[in-house]
């Protein structure tokens, strides 16, 4: 299962944070601080997996942005690979769409639609869909509602 | 003045990027705090939403939000979607159960679980399918089995996930969503099928019984697999020209369960497996990711041997990938499946090998496993080449592991003891102070028993420590060894290679400066402190100087040192006397025995008891064997110590096998002569 789901910039701030499990206020700022000096002192010649403690954590960059997943022992490390760049070009979808701005910017000022997207993705810590049109959906909808 | 309306969470984002330290950020959020706190205080619903938002990206931040906690269960009452939205999202971010307030929730759940608009539904669902209680699953698992057998795929995918979670917190609740689960994968919509195929894993995880009632699914689960691979391009589930790869890896690891222990089951699949296995592109990330499921598939079920050579070939060639994620899943993989498949494993050695150089820590590792893993009396020299060298160069954090696991090898698959010898030589100097504590008294262990390499041993332990000291498991061994073997290095003994020229006072002065070094450890400096007593009795020209060094740490502040020299001190004051032939109270006896008879005599034992006020000692008799014929003798020392010079008197048993019988002969002796012990 997925135990956490971050977005974290190169400077340590928290950009996303989705926890699966009840993780406490203080241990999750000590949480991302260390994933994210983790994944920066990381070299190009070492893979995307980190053993970290008893689980581990897959990462991808993309500009000044890590995504980063805290897995346990019974996921498929490269599937989660995948989806974390499936989420990726959701969320590029939406925003290119909705603002002129840097998508990473965006997703800054529009967190709680994020959340959205997220939820429409990942259950639980579970994928409960792949699909780009039927996870914005109801964002569409909600967009609508807001607007009216 | 007019108090203006609470600032919008835009607003709040671009304040607190202002701030420059982080007691400025602190500050403002304090400040919104304030402001927000009142204003929940004013019970405003126009703007509660907007607060709670604000709330939610504080938290995100590291701050305390527990006050919106009821605010957010007030969103989720209200009739507005908007509001509903922000209030379940607060409730998954900032509620868990063992917050009582979080079982208010469970009313709204209940209704918005039968709301006419379905996206009020799936909000129910996710936040209950996320945190519920094992109350409110109690409580609304009628209402989740309701959905799961809707036609709404969009609302049916996320209850399949909310009943995975019921299960998990009241698993006797399982059999009630068994019917519901009839013809879920009947199901065109991939969101479903996903779904479903994990509700349905998770059942059989739980319960043999369901494991076993879900087996006849196996056809349908291959064909469904059969169609995702040979239908053409579709585009609302493709992924770099594979059609949903998540859902093909779900259904992957749900064969695998179905299949594990299983003959009929593993048959069914064994052909989508192949197809699989042969025909996914390995190109890009996404067709790897199925594959590598599929391996981790075909080595779990009891599939026939050609499949399983097929993945681990597979699995070879992921290792010759450039990329190294795929690397550090097949060595991943491969260390599963080496010890039930340790031939097909181990003609990837070499590869595997390679991987040791690496510049990825976990794949070093994994790598470095495996190669322990892969070491047989066949390949043991060239393996431990690698590793030694492997060892030289890796990062501290390996190298006690390896260092374990290079002694476990060598112990194993010694072609010789010179090697044996010689490989511990060099872990010991490699890696001197990686070694684990337990090493030391296994080595020790080894090489009392490696006789013949005695001499050998002592003048290299000798020789590494003379440079270094500072490597306590080596200076450990090397003081233990000294202290047993020192006799043999003074003496030149070695026959193994040139023996090195060393006096007794060489060999003391470096135990002592292990004893005065402060690098030494208590223990270690215990290990020198015995070994220059023990030298006591073999050297000969410096007892005085040996004497001496142990009387000074009788007063050592190291109380283990202390006692140790206090009790060595009383052996030099009470025993000295059988140190010396010329001790009047020591009568020195030497036997001879020979044989007559036309056949030799073997195993040859010679024992002695006295009385109570004497004291033995039996020094090593010069062989085991009498040969035949009067041909030759054996002959013991006896060293007897008779304080009270009473009259001498033994009882002697020998033991020996003669013509193929085991022999014993008791007699006692009475007429030692009088000089002997008066």
């Known amino acids: 299962m997925i135990k956490f789901f971050l977005m974290v910039n190169k400077q340590g701030q928290t950009r996303l944070s989705r926890y699966y499990e009840h993780v406490e206020i203080h241990k999750r700022t000590v949480l991302e601080a260390e994933v994210i000096k983790n994944c920066l002192s990381r070299s190009k010649d070492e893979c995307s997996f980190v053993e970290y403690k008893d689980f581990k954590l897959v990462y991808r960059q993309y500009a000044a942005l890590f995504i980063v997943v805290g897995i346990n022992q019974t996921e498929n490390e490269m599937a989660v690979y995948e989806l974390i760049h499936n989420f990726v070009e959701v969320l590029d979808k939406y925003f290119s769409r909705v603002s002129e701005l840097d998508v990473s910017f965006s997703i800054m000022f529009n967190l709680d639609r994020v959340h959205i997207i997220l939820d429409e ?6 994928i409960v869909e792949t699909n780009r049109n039927r996870i914005l959906a109801p964002l569409f909808v909600l967009d609508k509602v807001a607007e009216g | 003045s007019v108090p203006s309306s609470p600032i919008r969470l835009r607003e709040l984002i671009r304040t607190i990027r202002t701030a420059r330290t982080q007691a400025e950020e602190r500050e403002m959020i304090q400040k919104e705090c304030a ?33 919106g906690q009821l605010e957010c269960l007030k969103l989720i009452a209200s009739q507005k979607f908007t509001d509903k939205r922000i209030g379940y999202l607060g409730a998954m971010l900032l509620l868990d159960e063992r917050q009582d307030v979080h079982l208010l929730m469970t009313n709204c759940i209940k209704n918005d679980l039968n709301h006419s608009t379905q996206y009020v539904q799936g909000l129910a669902l996710c936040t209950l399918g996320c945190m519920g209680s094992s109350e409110m699953c109690r409580d609304l698992a009628g209402e989740v089995e309701k959905l799961l057998k809707t036609s709404n795929s969009y609302l049916r995918k996320k209850a399949a996930l909310c009943a995975v979670h019921v299960i998990r917190k009241v698993p006797e609740l399982m059999e009630m969503f068994l019917p519901a689960t009839k013809n879920l994968l009947n199901e065109k919509n991939h969101g479903v099928l996903h779904t479903s195929v994990v509700l349905l894993t998770e059942m059989c995880e739980r319960s043999p019984d369901m494991l076993a009632h879900f087996r006849k699914l196996v056809p349908q689960l291959v064909r469904i697999l059969k169609n995702l691979i040979m239908s053409g391009y579709s585009p609302e589930h493709d992924v770099s020209g594979i059609s949903d790869p998540f859902l093909q890896v779900r259904i992957l690891r749900l064969l695998r369960i179905l299949g594990r222990n299983d003959d009929d089951s593993s048959e069914a699949m064994n052909d989508i497996l192949a197809q699989v296995a042969t025909n996914t592109e390995t190109s890009k990330n996404v067709g790897n990711a199925i594959l590598y499921e599929t391996v981790l598939t075909i080595m779990d079920i009891k599939s026939e041997s050609g499949l399983r050579v097929l993945a681990i070939n597979i699995l070879g060639r992921f290792l010759l990938n450039n990329d190294k994620n795929i690397r550090y899943v097949a060595l991943t993989s491969l260390l599963k499946t080496v010890q039930t498949d340790h031939n097909a494993v181990q003609r990837h050695r070499s590869t595997i090998v390679d991987c040791l150089k690496d510049l990825d820590v976990s794949i070093k590792r994994r790598a470095m496993e495996l190669s322990f893993a892969l070491v047989n009396g066949n390949n043991v020299r060239g393996m431990m080449k690698e590793l030694l060298y492997f060892l030289d160069s890796c990062e501290p954090e390996f190298k006690a592991d390896c260092a374990s696991g290079i002694f476990l090898a060598a112990e194993k698959y010694a072609p010789s003891k010179r090697w044996h010898i010689d490989t511990i030589m060099r872990v010991l100097t490699t890696a001197g102070s990686y070694v684990r504590d337990d090493a030391v008294p296994n080595l020790i262990q080894l090489i009392t028993n490696s006789v013949e390499m005695h001499a050998y041993t002592v003048q290299r332990l000798y020789k590494a420590i003379l440079g270094d000291y500072s490597q306590q498991p080596l200076v450990q061994v090397a003081s233990w060894c000294i202290g047993e073997y020192g006799d043999l290095l003074v003496s030149g003994q070695c026959e193994e290679e040139e023996p090195i020229q060393v006096t007794e006072d060489e060999v003391l002065d470096i135990l002592e400066s292990v004893l005065i070094s402060n690098m030494s450890a208590s223990v270690t400096r215990g290990y020198a402190l015995t070994a220059i007593m023990k030298l006591s009795t073999r050297f000969t020209c410096t007892v005085n100087r040996i004497k001496k060094v142990v009387s000074i740490y009788g007063s050592s502040i190291d109380v283990e040192l202390q006692q140790r020299a206090v009790e060595y001190n009383a052996l030099f004051k009470k025993y000295d006397h059988m140190r010396s032939n010329t001790n009047p109270s020591v009568t020195v006896i030497t036997i001879q025995a020979s044989n007559s008879t036309e056949l030799e005599m073997t195993d040859f ?6 009385p109570k006020t004497f004291q033995l000692q039996l020094l090593s008799p010069s062989s085991s064997v009498i040969p035949a014929f009067n041909s030759g003798t054996i002959t013991q020392v006896i060293k007897v ?5 009473q009259q001498l008197r033994m009882r002697i048993k020998l033991t020996y096998n003669h013509k193929g019988s085991a022999m014993q002969d008791l007699a006692e002796v009475n007429n030692f002569p009088p000089q002997s012990w008066q």
């Open chain 1, 121 to 126: 993705m990942v259950l639980n810590g579970c």
């Open chain 2, 605 to 610: 034992v010679f024992q002695a008891a006295v």
């Open chain 2, 641 to 645: 110590l008779n304080p009270q010079k």
């Open chain 2, 35 to 67: 402001a927000i706190r009142s204003s929940f205080r004013e019970e405003d619903n126009t703007y509660r939403c907007r607060n709670v938002a604000k709330l939610l990206y504080m938290h995100m931040l590291g701050y305390p939000a527990h006050f």
